[in-house]
């Protein structure tokens, strides 16, 4: 099966300042792929040249078809959701906007016979349907975040940082959703995390960022497994 995202001597820069040097790596349909590494090692901007926000060179396809050099709408179109690091959530809109903002691509009934389904992934946001987001628990927000991202119906979910100022029994309780969000729904998932251990329980295939490059990929029990690999690079 040919892969859904496959990226191909990917360069990216903000201004003059270069900031991937020709990464390769793919994202298989229904698959979860973890960017690991250090802070500056070029994770996020992978996912921002991914969505079309930073300058690129190279080849980015999805499902076989190129999308460098589009637009950000439009590759939000073709399915593509973003998750940024710190969530985005706008905090002065209700649960209710900030989800009705997440599906403005889609009808409006279309959308909300959706929101159920969400609820049933994420029943906190229920309750908390009508407050103001910025009120919302850190986990909360978190989980909104999420749930905007997957009212597009992407078939690609970038996650940026999922678990970061997170307590633990959050974090778990997040990831396991997303497990079964990738179950039931087939999205296919690039996760960016700091918790190397967590990402690579997660995951199953994962390449590991040092300076704009990759230096180590391959299949994410693996690299669980190589202690020198944890040693030197992961920091557990």
């Known amino acids: 099966m040919s892969p859904l995202l496959e990226v191909k001597g990917l ?25 690991l590494g250090a802070n500056g090692a070029g994770k996020t901007s992978t996912l921002r040249a991914i969505c079309g926000m930073v300058r690129t060179q190279g080849e980015i396809s999805l499902s076989g078809k190129s999308i ?84 597009l119906r992407p078939r690609l979910l970038l996650l940026d940082e999922p678990s970061f ?9 997040i990831f396991d959703i997303m497990g079964r969000v990738r179950e039931e729904a087939g999205v296919s998932i690039l996760l960016v995390e700091q918790n190397a251990s967590l990402a690579l329980e997660f995951a199953e295939d994962a390449f590991l960022l040092e300076t704009g490059r990759i230096v180590i990929s391959g299949k994410a029990a693996d690299i669980g497994k190589d202690e020198g690999i944890r040693r030197s690079y992961l920091g557990y």
């Not at 360069?11 to 792929?33: I, N, P, S």
């Not at 307590?167 to 309780?173: F, G, H, N, S």
């Open 165 to 173: 100022g997170l307590a633990p029994l959050i974090v778990r309780e």
């Open 11 to 35: 360069h990216a820069a903000y201004g003059e300042t270069k900031v991937l040097h020709g990464l390769d790596f793919a994202v298989q349909q229904g698959g979860v792929t973890a960017l």
């Open 68 to 151: 460098a050099g589009m637009a950000t709408e439009d590759i939000v179109r073709l399915g593509v959701a973003h998750v940024p690091d710190g969530r985005g959530t706008f905090m002065e809109l209700t649960v209710e906007e900030n989800m009705r903002l997440g599906a403005y691509t889609r009808p409006a009934r279309e959308a909300t016979a959706d929101f159920e389904k969400m609820f049933g992934y994420f029943p906190r946001l229920k309750e908390r349907y009508r407050q103001q987001a910025g009120t919302l628990s850190g986990g909360e927000q978190q989980m909104l975040a999420i749930t905007r991202a997957l009212l």
